[in-house]
């Protein structure tokens, strides 16, 4: 395939990024070195820092959204940042990210037209903000050229709140760059194994609770068992040591951690628990553990369900059940033989994973709507000059040359 002009759009901020920007940021990362021009907008404060590829644009304002606390850009400003950049960056393919929530990939979805790609990752059962969005998007929707969900979970939300279909691609990982040596102090042993938990402390959906839940009972049977807990959110600390009570010496809090960290942590750890209770579509932070060679404990969402082959390549416990989870973790530790075959199929199954393999199929997207847009006799991607109808929310509409909208 020719070198592509890609711009993608991030709907939520690099000031506290999570899983959808550290998703962007690589597929952008993956498609240079693929040769291509990447060209990626997010919203973060100017001081910010971000990688090259990103622009900012601007300031987020938090807004609860999908369980969680999203940073959010919308609005007249964030609108004409939007059309500056498509005027700049003559995109042969625009990949709009979360179109339906209210932040750039929405605003972008309004101002562009021409080969559009939008990936869905949200998973939910039922959404309030989607039922009341497809309404007053149904005409916008209409000019993605393909769409991408990132798992099967993901695909069902869209089918059911918006119709139509997606390509199922996965999340991608730099498998490799998980294959580090352990670090000593996160080692464990058979009499003081260690278990890792990663995510915001303050994200109820995120299980921290569970796990405290479910310790005392791991401790009454391997008392020298040693908790490391990733992330940030100190009300969620509290609260979690609240519970613990006499047991909370043996959680070890280690706050906000780096890339690299991550991988050290992963790679030293016995097991890796994910006691999330909901929300999630697909699960990178376990194929990130699978990648680093992590016994995993996982609750049995549908999408972890997933990720874990089904249970051969990780062990599952009911969701939200701190009883099911002590005796996982329990089973697990107990059961080395059985373990070390579950990170063997894992290690074989986490390649699929791998951004060689997940770039490959987002490209083959993209060729698809390139094709489709020069079949209808469109070029590249460019400024919609009747998105003027949403004036209310994007200011005075277009202006290509001068202007405080400029």
């Known amino acids: 395939m020719r070198p592509l002009r890609v711009g993608i759009v991030c709907p939520y901020s690099f000031d506290a990024p999570g899983g959808v920007q550290f998703h962007v940021r690589d597929l952008a990362e993956a498609l240079r070195d693929g040769g291509h021009e990447v060209s990626v907008l997010a919203p973060a404060d100017e001081d910010t820092e971000v990688p090259d590829v990103v622009t900012p644009a601007g300031r ?29 960056g003559r995109f042969d393919v625009l990949h709009l990210h979360e179109p339906m929530t209210p932040s750039l990939s929405m605003l972008a ?3 562009a037209d021409g080969p559009v790609v939008a990936t869905f990752h949200t998973s939910q059962v039922r959404s309030r903000a989607l039922q009341i969005a497809h309404p007053l998007l149904r005409q916008s929707l209409e000019k993605i050229s393909a769409r991408i969900a990132v798992s099967e979970d993901a695909r069902r939300t869209l089918v059911e709140h918006l119709g139509g279909d997606a390509v199922v691609v996965p999340n991608g990982v730099y498998v490799d760059d998980f294959d580090v040596p352990p670090a000593p102090r996160w080692q464990g042993t058979p009499e003081a194994p260690t278990v890792a938990f990663l995510g915001r402390l303050d994200e ?69 628990i994910a006691p999330q209770t909901g929300g999630e579509s697909f699960g990178i932070v376990l194929v990130e553990a699978m990648s680093a060679g992590a016994g995993v404990v996982a609750s049995d969402l549908g999408a972890f369900r997933r990720v874990l082959d089904d249970g051969a390549a990780g062990r599952l416990f009911r969701t939200g059940d701190p009883q099911d989870l002590a005796a996982t973790v329990l089973a697990a ?39 489709a847009s020069e079949a209808l006799g469109d070029g590249a991607v460019r400024q919609d000059l009747l998105a003027g109808r949403a004036t209310w929310l994007l200011g005075r509409g277009p202006r290509l040359r001068g202007g405080e909208d400029r």
């Open 204 to 272: 109820p959906r995120k299980g921290l609770q569970v796990l405290a839940a479910a310790a005392p009972r791991i401790l009454a049977e391997v008392p020298g068992a040693r908790f490391l807990v990733a992330g940030r959110g100190d009300e969620g600390r509290a609260d979690a040591e609240a519970a613990l009570g006499e047991h909370a010496g043996a959680f070890e809090w280690l706050g906000g951690v780096s890339d690299a960290d991550k991988a050290t942590l992963l790679a030293s750890a016995d097991l890796y």
């Open 60 to 88: 987020a304002v938090p807004v609860r959204y999908n369980g969680s606390v999203a940073r959010l850009a919308f609005g007249p400003r964030a609108a004409a940042r939007v059309r500056r950049w498509i005027d700049a």
């Open 333 to 371: 530790l107990a059961d080395p033989d059985g373990t070390e075959e579950r990170r063997r199929r894992a290690h074989r199954f986490v390649r699929g994973f791998d951004w060689s393999q997940v770039t490959a199929r987002v490209l083959a997207v993209y060729e698809m709507a390139v094709a």
């Open 109 to 111: 979805l309004w101002v």
